[in-house]
């Protein structure tokens, strides 16, 4: 834990005890300040009782008494209207921060050791996170994971030297973090997500940048450049620090790009190094290489030289969930990609193999199938489970073949049963539902298990180790 002393002696009000509300409430009251802790839910309340927090209902507290409100990310703050807590506030003259603000300040307050690596994006943040995370740690470093992902943040070590934090960050948690100064700030990419909370696509992308407002000449901005919006935050940004652009497809100056699966790090329009990524799989496809380059460009500004990031990217065993490479049975690859809750993210999976024997279905999103229509002739057949069975059908129609499943188990025993026989090098059975899981799972993390249990009963069935690849 890390304890937050700048409210010392004060009290505040922390608005949704899930676990970074709780996280929030015990390091406050362990720097001193006295905490008043709400939830509007009955079930986090119980929770949080559960886990020794005293409770205060904050519809009837005396709001002059407060030094902050400290608001969990997942609470509305500005759209589609400010959560009560938040009018109240206002009103109060009360300032309304989120975890990640404590944690900067506590540590600009203290001049603390170590350093602070950030990550945000619209896609791919997770495993940019985890990949950065791993190449530190794995070259030596002393590493502490979490924000977004995993701990939240005021769960981890204290300061300490030789100490780097790596943290990833939703839009809420930014928009929460006006203090925000880290010494490497990360932005993947940006397209439209959040707009409910957010009003708009501009609004969004304004927050987003705010992770480089702050940055100085020991720091480093990495940001994407494929997309527009991100685009012109990188022609937008000014300041002492150091920019790394990263691209897919086609070069930049300074920075790091990708294309068929090599990493190119240029400074100055001169090449620095270059790292092929093949035989990797937990960093096949386009969508990958792009992580792989941001977090190549971070462990390059906390010193890294590119021989151990070359090392470190060839021992990444990728994030649950997330096209994770589950075993193999003789030549078929069994991949794990229950994360891929919606089309767009299972064409990301799509796109990375050519063989591909598909499970798909589940409780279906607006539009279904629709865009993945370009993927069809890398599919075999699709085994359809759940019930967005009937629907995608339909969608299939005649230009890919298909078996109505129903369930997980039967899905996996006809897909693996089929891939057997393929005359290709290697034939991939591949769980991208496209669905949320709520009609037969709890969420996408149990489905995903479910899917590792079937496969490694399946006779033969060999668990997967990370891929040697290669550096060039």
């Not at 900067?104 to 170590?114: K, L, M, Q, T, V």
């Not at 790596?166 to 925000?180: G, N, R, Y």
């Not at 002492?240 to 100056?253: D, L, N, T, Y």
């Not at 090599?262 to 799989?281: N, T």
Request: proline share 5%.
């Amino acid at each position: 834990m890390i304890p937050v002393r700048i409210f010392a002696g004060r009290d505040v009000a922390v608005q949704g005890l899930g676990l970074s509300g709780i996280a929030t409430a015990r390091a406050l009251a362990a720097g001193g300040a006295k905490v008043f802790a709400w939830d509007d839910t009955p079930k986090a309340r119980e929770a949080a009782e559960a886990a020794g927090l005293a409770l205060s209902d904050l519809t009837a507290a005396d709001w002059s008494r407060f030094a902050a409100l400290v608001l969990a990310p997942g609470i509305p703050l500005t759209h589609p209207e400010p959560h009560w807590s938040v009018k109240i506030a206002r009103q109060a003259g009360v300032e309304v921060i989120g975890d990640i603000e404590l944690f900067f300040r506590e540590r600009a307050s203290h001049r603390a050791p170590g350093k602070a690596v950030v990550i945000t994006g619209t896609n791919g943040k997770s495993t940019t996170t985890a990949l950065t995370a791993h190449l530190l740690s794995s070259a030596g470093k002393r590493v502490q994971l979490g924000g977004n992902i995993g701990k939240a943040v005021l769960d981890l070590e204290p300061f300490a030297p030789e100490l780097t934090y790596v943290i990833e960050l939703s839009s809420f948690q930014i928009d929460l973090a006006p203090s925000l100064k880290p010494d490497a700030a990360a932005l993947l990419n940006i397209t439209p997500d959040h707009l409910d909370r957010h009003g708009s696509l501009a609004n969004y992308a304004r927050i987003k940048r705010e992770i480089f407002a702050h940055l100085d000449a020991h720091s480093t901005a990495v940001i994407g450049v494929d997309d527009e919006p991100s685009r012109a935050i990188a022609e937008s940004l000014r300041g002492p620090f150091a920019v790394k652009r990263i691209a897919v497809g086609r070069p930049v100056q300074t920075g790091v790009w990708a294309e068929d699966g090599v990493l190119v790090e240029m400074e100055g329009g001169k090449e620095v190094a270059r790292i092929d990524l093949a035989g990797i799989g937990s960093l096949r496809g386009a969508h990958n290489w792009q992580n792989a380059a941001v977090a190549y460009a971070l462990a390059r500004s906390q010193g890294l030289d590119p021989d151990a990031i070359a090392a470190g990217l060839r021992s990444f065993a990728g994030l649950a969930h997330r096209m994770e490479q589950v075993a193999r049975r003789g030549k078929v690859l069994f991949v794990n990609d229950s994360k891929a809750t919606n089309a767009d993210a299972a064409g990301k999976a799509l796109a990375s193999f050519t063989d591909i024997y598909w499970i798909i279905g589940g409780r279906p999103k607006e539009g279904g199938l629709a865009g993945l229509e370009p993927f069809f002739p890398r599919i075999a057949r699709a085994y359809l489970i759940g019930e967005a069975a009937e629907a995608f059908a339909r969608q299939l129609g005649d230009a890919v073949p298909y078996t109505d499943c129903g369930t997980l188990d039967r899905a996996v025993e006809a897909a693996a049963s089929d891939a057997s026989a393929s005359a290709a090098e290697e034939p991939v059975v591949l769980l991208s539902p496209a669905c949320a899981s709520y009609d037969q799972f709890l969420n996408f993390e149990k489905r995903g298990e479910a899917f590792r249990r079937i496969v490694m009963a399946l006779t033969g069935a060999e668990s997967v180790t990370p891929v040697e690849g290669r550096a060039a």
